[in-house]
């Protein structure tokens, strides 16, 4: 693709009211990303002159944008005197002849079919949908095969509602047709706002050409309400495991499973059903067994799971965690931790056993601290190393020990037990049997 060509202007600087949240619309997130983010990225394969138009929230948008993109021009639209889609359209200034304008909440929307407006020498080229339920969306009205106006919801009659042909939100201009009618556009209708979509009527009023573009509603589906929010977000995860399986990931009822965006795959990985896999987590070579929860973590050459806990910051290398073991911020290389542990702020090292239902005490209430476990170390079950601690090499700790003397020298054995007592014959007493 020709990325020189076609200047892309997005509008973000809408509230979203319909959403019924104090973020504005393009900032809520679908696999972690804002909606804004997959726009972008889709424009940015076609384009290298992209304006996003800002207003409502305007610094946290230009901020959202900015830790992802970092050639992306900003205006700002007068929404106080210029409200509305056509409003956001003035003082937009563009490189290139041609220009393309989406509606910021369209995070589905793939660079491929942005491809497909790029194509047509008509004035105007706008998107179609054919919807059986076309609420929310402006509907075209089509006379002899030709577009002759697009009408809001709010402003149609009720003929007019019947109508299932809707705009899909994005328009392929050229500049000249954008520099004569945003100007002359007006807020006599039913929002009192500057619809972008009245340049469709003015333009054929004029004689020049307006083509329909039938797209699919599965990239073009705009995002707004959370009920639309919910429905992108099973559409993205459905191309975001589609991704990794035909990259070599096996995954078992993958509808089952949630991955972020910003996940890597690298190697033989198997992800068993339920589990959920968030941030930049990087899973190589390893088995994520069924309801797992990885956040923020890097897995190397290891299984964890079913029903593991891996918090943001872990690192696992060559190692084994089990069912109900939750790992926080610590590295684990070459151990094993088999059921019913907390690992928090540790670092530990090869060889080394953690038994069931063993804890680390960071936390005094106060402040974190961390725990050092080195090579070979057994610990018992049921243990609880309050740190700051240091368990040195070939260590043993046995099972039931409360461990707060700081440190355990390589070689010894810690244990902290009170004597077992058995008393005979007790239970036949007590229950008099
Ligand atoms: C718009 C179209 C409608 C189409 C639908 C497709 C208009 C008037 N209507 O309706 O025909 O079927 O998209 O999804 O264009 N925005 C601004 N400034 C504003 C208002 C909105 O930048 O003053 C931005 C919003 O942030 C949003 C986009 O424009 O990203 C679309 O706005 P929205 O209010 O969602 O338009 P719809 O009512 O969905
Ligand atoms: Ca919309």
């Given amino acids: 693709m020709n990325k020189n060509k076609i200047s892309i202007v997005i509008l973000a600087a809408g509230k979203g009211s319909r959403m019924k949240s104090s973020k504005a619309k393009v900032l809520h997130t679908i696999c972690a990303k804002e909606m804004l983010y997959y726009i972008i990225k889709a424009s940015r394969e076609i384009s290298d002159d992209i304006t996003v138009v800002i207003a409502h929230q305007k610094d946290a948008v230009q901020k959202a944008v900015s830790n992802n993109f970092n050639d992306i021009n900003f205006v700002t639209q007068d929404d106080i005197n210029f409200p509305g889609t056509g409003g956001a359209m003035k003082n937009i200034s563009i490189k290139n002849e041609k220009v393309l304008v989406l509606n910021g909440d369209m995070p589905l929307i793939t660079a491929k079919a942005l491809d497909g407006f790029l194509h047509s020498s ?219 542990s907390y690992i928090g702020d540790a670092t530990v090292d090869e060889g080394t056993n953690i038994g069931a239902g063993v804890i680390t005490c960071n936390y005094d209430g106060i402040k974190k601290y961390e725990t050092i476990i080195g090579k070979n170390v057994f610990i018992g079950s049921d243990s609880q190393l309050v740190a700051p601690v240091t368990i040195e090499d070939n260590v043993m700790i046995a099972a039931g020990t409360t461990v707060t003397s700081g440190r355990v020298e390589s070689g010894a054995l810690a244990i902290s037990r009170t004597k077992l007592r058995t008393i005979e014959n007790f239970y036949h007493k007590f229950f008099k049997k």
């Fill in 122 to 340: 008509s004035d105007i080229v706008m998107s179609i949908f054919d919807l059986p339920n076309p609420d929310g969306y402006g509907r075209v009205i089509i006379e002899d095969k030709e577009v002759k106006k697009i009408v809001e919801q709010k402003d149609a009659s009720e003929a007019e509602l019947q109508v299932t042909t809707v705009n899909a939100g994005i328009y392929a201009f050229s500049k000249s047709v954008l520099d004569k009618y945003i100007p002359l556009l007006n807020n006599n209708n039913a929002q009192k706002e500057y619809y972008l979509t009245d340049i469709v009527s003015m333009a054929r009023a004029d004689g020049l050409s307006v083509s329909p573009l039938l797209v699919d509603e599965e990239q073009f589906k705009g995002v707004n309400s959370k009920k639309d929010l919910a429905s992108a977000e099973e559409i993205m995860q459905k191309r975001i495991r589609t991704k990794w399986m035909e990259s070599g990931v096996t995954m078992q009822l993958p509808s089952t499973i949630y991955i972020e965006e910003d996940v890597t795959f690298e190697g033989e990985c198997i992800v068993e059903n339920g589990c959920r896999i968030t941030g930049s987590s990087k899973i190589i070579n390893s088995h994520i067994k069924a309801h797992s929860v990885v956040e923020e973590s890097i897995v190397k050459n290891s299984d964890v799971g079913p029903l593991a806990h891996l918090r943001p910051a872990s690192m696992l290398e060559d190692s084994h965690v089990g069912n109900f073991v939750e790992v926080k911020k610590s590295t684990l290389k070459g151990v094993k931790a088999g059921h019913l």
